[in-house]
């Protein structure tokens, strides 16, 4: 223990005592720092910069120019070198600086070898307990470095934060005047005239459970169970819910979903299997190319998102209306939410790439990313590090937001090898 840390740990046991414990509990031997001296000092840990070398100043008041005018209260999120909190405390028109720690770790480390107790002691400053943020407060400032640092325990917290960066870019491509979607929109006017309501499935299925199937690589650990279950008599089984992706490994295993939901521009009759079953239904987004809706042999409904731009589309011809936030497992989940299904149990949802692998049947990039590019990473359900892309954690986390909005149904993962999903308890499927 050095004095440093010893000074800077004594304010935190007086005024957060709580906080104080977790970081006393939180060794730093396993990161790797350096200093690293230009015109100003910083500290290297794992490869990451926790600030500007060249200078720290000025790039703490590039952080602070984000926040909106006028504001009284601000959480940062992440320290850095400490720069953002101590500018912070300066400014007369903030009373409330929440700093919330992304990895205790990488704090005992920063308070080590660094004096940080003029913010730390500063009446303004609220230092958060970690890993009881859940939510993002509405005016922040997150510290990119240690986005990249974080802790294992903060990976949610760190994936919001992320999500939020980009969420601007991730709009853009769902613009309400362009041409592309506006373009395929006309195309599919007489299936969205032709074709019932997907609300009217309702009246068909009267299951209380159902099976909904992404097409996760963790899908293949499942076949025998999803077949035998497939295989019980219609009033005494799971309803089973899949995902186009999927479609061709549920087919392959000899696996025949009820419904089928496709949802994506992209989505083309190479994705689905050759030969469809009569008795396998279509939910389906506008948005899919005409020639998957035409050439579809059974049952075909329809709905939408959620989303801006279906609003004009819902005033003229109106349709069932299901979350969705990136991903088609989502729609998904609420179509089966909307028949009535108290349990429901997900297959193949890993958000991530267990066993080196995107997908189930897929060859790797053969629908998407290759696993071996991931940079990313998430949680799995063993409490491990499992690789993964940015947008599979934007599909976990809004999936979780989901889920809370759901507490009389219950939500079950089938395997652990792939992302832990909050609000999902795991059942044994094999």
């Known amino acids: 223990m050095t004095e440093l840390f010893a000074s800077n740990l004594n304010i935190i046991v007086k005024r957060w005592p709580i906080v104080a414990a977790a970081i006393k509990s939180s060794p730093f031997d396993h990161l790797k720092a350096h200093l690293v001296i230009g015109s100003n000092q910083t500290i290297s840990v794992n490869g990451i910069q926790l600030s500007s070398r060249h200078d720290r100043i000025a790039e703490a008041k590039l952080y602070i120019n984000t926040l909106p005018k006028d504001v009284n209260s601000v959480t940062v999120y992440g320290v850095g070198m400490g ?7 300066e400014k007369n028109s903030i009373n409330t600086i929440k700093v919330c720690l992304l990895n205790t770790s990488l704090f005992s480390l920063l308070i080590t070898y660094t004096d940080q107790s003029e913010w730390l002691s500063h009446p303004k400053v609220q230092l958060l307990e970690p890993q009881k943020q859940n939510r993002l407060d509405p005016v922040y400032i997150a510290i990119t470095p240690d986005l990249s640092l974080v802790s294992n325990e903060n990976a949610s917290l760190r994936d919001l934060l992320v999500y939020e960066n980009n969420i601007e870019f991730v709009n853009s491509k769902h613009k309400l005047d362009d041409p592309v979607i506006k373009a395929r929109f006309s195309e599919n006017l007489s299936f969205l005239k032709l074709d019932p309501d997907a609300a009217m499935l309702k009246l068909i299925h009267k299951q209380h ?14 076949y025998g169970y999803l077949k035998s279950q497939r295989e019980r008599p219609s009033n005494d089984r799971p309803l089973l819910i899949a995902v186009d992706t999927s479609f061709k490994a549920l087919m392959g ?11 994506e521009h992209n989505i083309t009759q190479e994705h689905l299997p050759e030969s469809i079953p009569e008795t ?10 005409a020639k998957v809706i035409s050439s579809w042999p059974g049952p075909r409904f329809n709905a939408y998102s959620k989303g ?3 609003d004009q589309l819902h005033k003229t011809y109106p349709k069932l209306r299901l979350f969705t936030n990136g991903s088609v497992i989502h729609p998904a989940i609420d179509l089966a939410v909307h028949l009535n299904i108290w349990e429901i149990t997900l297959f193949g949802c890993d958000f991530s790439y267990p066993n080196n692998k995107t997908h189930a049947f897929w060859k790797d990039g053969e629908i998407g990313p290759k696993a071996g590019n991931a940079k990313h990473w998430i949680i799995n359900g063993r409490g491990e590090r499992v690789a993964t892309d940015l947008n599979f954690r934007a599909y976990l986390r809004n999936l979780e937001h989901y889920i809370a909005t759901k507490p009389r149904i219950k939500f079950y993962q089938s395997n652990l090898s792939g992302a832990k999903i909050k609000g999902t308890q795991f059942k044994d499927c094999k």
């Open 83 to 89: 720069d953002v909190p101590t500018l912070l405390i």
């Open 209 to 222: 459970t159902a099976f909904v199937i992404g097409s996760g690589p963790t899908l293949e650990e499942h």
């Open 253 to 263: 295993q000899g696996i025949i979903p009820d419904i089928l939901v496709s949802i």
């Open 280 to 289: 396998v239904t279509l939910v389906y987004f506008p948005r899919i190319p």
């Open 308 to 310: 801006k731009i279906y």
